[in-house]
């Protein structure tokens, strides 16, 4: 049996009088890969931070088994413009000796740019950057939210080949946040569909084949191939 990594309960979360999360339950195993979507406004940043300590539940709980989350933030960091601060100096800023950040930086394939200043790299290798900075101190679990904003479609690529190997071949328990569908549904173990309730928890394939989709999103809603 796999032990849980993060239970949620009955959980619901209310802003003044607005309700942005109602009664979601929903476990989290280790090594899973979940992807969660949703709406604009559906609630699942408000879920994220829940599970990250940063907001508290009006209602209901979120337990978490471990205190070793990785988390990598929508276009993680800083703006870099004309911020000269290297590659390897931006690991470094999570502590960490020169071994453990000699490893996330073959871990992540960016080993051969540790030198180099972070806006000199095209927008998925500052994602692998921030990726292995949250590796620095070996999580259990890595969430990142909506991590390929504004890279092109050959970096998201190589990016997913990096996320299905943390997952597959290290074990790593992830949880991706994105509007992409397509994608989601392509490179994910289990999905989870939110809209202020938990409208589906379980394969993503499954969720293809009903009406759930056109339900949250509109009938314009279309699922695009993407081939990796």
Request: aromatic fraction near 4%; hydrophobic fraction near 40%.
């Amino acid at each position: 049996m796999k032990k849980e990594i993060i239970k949620i309960t009955d959980l619901s979360f209310s802003y003044k009088s607005e309700v942005i999360l109602h009664e979601v339950s929903l476990t989290v195993k280790e090594g899973d890969f979940l992807g969660l979507i949703g709406p604009n406004g559906s609630g699942k940043t408000t879920l994220l931070k829940i599970i990250l300590g940063l907001l508290q539940p009006t209602s209901g709980r979120a337990e978490l088994m471990t205190k070793k989350i990785g988390y990598v933030a929508q276009k993680a960091g800083f703006n870099a413009i004309g911020f000269p601060i290297t590659v390897e100096e931006v690991i470094s800023m999570a502590g960490g000796s020169q071994e453990e950040i000699e490893r996330v930086l073959e871990l992540t394939n960016i080993a051969s740019k540790k030198k180099r200043l972070l806006n000199e790299l095209s927008g998925g290798q500052q994602q692998r950057v921030f990726i292995a900075r949250a590796l620095l101190h070996n999580p259990e679990l890595l969430i990142l939210d909506e991590p390929t904003v504004g890279i092109d479609s050959q970096s998201q690529n190589n990016f997913y080949k990096l996320l299905k190997k943390l997952n597959q071949e290290n074990g790593l328990t992830l949880i991706l946040v994105s509007h992409e569908l397509d994608v989601v549904a392509k490179e994910v173990s289990s999905v989870a569909c939110i809209n202020k309730n938990l409208i589906y928890h379980g394969q993503p394939q499954e969720l293809l084949e009903t009406d759930l989709i056109e339900k949250l999103y509109g009938k314009n809603q279309r699922l695009i191939a993407h081939h990796h």
